[in-house]
């Protein structure tokens, strides 16, 4: 098993649609709530994996139709929006799971800033994705 574990995710809050209804899931989305069970299974194997919230630098609206509506427009355009620093050390992970919600049937534009903005060379990547069917509870 790897020395250096990292989990590093990006979640939307807020109002997210759930069972065809619109519903508020808080501050904490699908994403970081499945990154921050996966720590927790990890650590009772004995296994310390390091959380890494990835966000944007200009937040995504807490509206379901605001995030839709810019969510969308960076797909079309191929974007990649600045996202915060970090994480530190971010060069001694070995392995790094790497967590996203499904956007338009692709990763969202905050993982391809963090893809763009971190050399992965060397490193194992396991991704896991949510879909905004079900909150987890």
Same mark, same amino acid.
């Given at each position: 098993?790897? %020395?250096?574990?990292?989990? #590093?995710?990006?979640?939307?809050?807020?109002?997210?649609?759930?069972?065809?209804?619109?519903?508020?899931?808080?501050?904490?989305?699908? /994403?970081?709530?499945? #990154? %921050?069970?996966?720590?927790?299974?990890?650590?009772?194997?004995?296994?310390?994996?390091?959380?890494?919230?990835?966000?944007?630098?200009?937040? !995504?609206? =807490?509206? !379901?139709?605001? /995030?839709?509506?810019?969510?969308?427009?960076? !797909?079309?355009?191929? #974007? #990649? *929006?600045?996202?915060?620093?970090? *994480?530190?050390?971010?060069?001694?992970?070995?392995?790094?799971?790497?967590?996203?919600?499904?956007?338009?049937? /692709?990763? *969202?534009?905050?993982?391809?800033?963090?893809?763009?903005?971190?050399?992965? %060379?060397?490193?194992?990547?396991? *991704?896991?994705? /949510?879909?905004?069917?079900? =909150?987890?509870?």
């Amino acid at each position: 098993m790897p %020395k250096n574990i990292l989990i #590093a995710y990006f979640s939307h809050g807020g109002e997210n649609l759930v069972d065809d209804q619109i519903v508020d899931l808080g501050d904490e989305g699908n /994403t970081k709530i499945a #990154a %921050k069970k996966l720590a927790a299974l990890l650590g009772e194997k004995g296994i310390k994996a390091n959380l890494f919230e990835i966000e944007p630098l200009i937040p !995504y609206d =807490r509206s !379901y139709e605001g /995030t839709l509506a810019r969510s969308r427009q960076e !797909y079309q355009d191929g #974007a #990649a *929006p600045l996202i915060n620093d970090g *994480p530190n050390g971010y060069e001694a992970y070995d392995l790094i799971f790497l967590g996203y919600p499904n956007w338009w049937g /692709t990763i *969202p534009a905050p993982i391809l800033s963090f893809l763009r903005d971190h050399d992965l %060379k060397g490193k194992t990547i396991i *991704p896991f994705v /949510t879909h905004g069917g079900q =909150r987890f509870l």
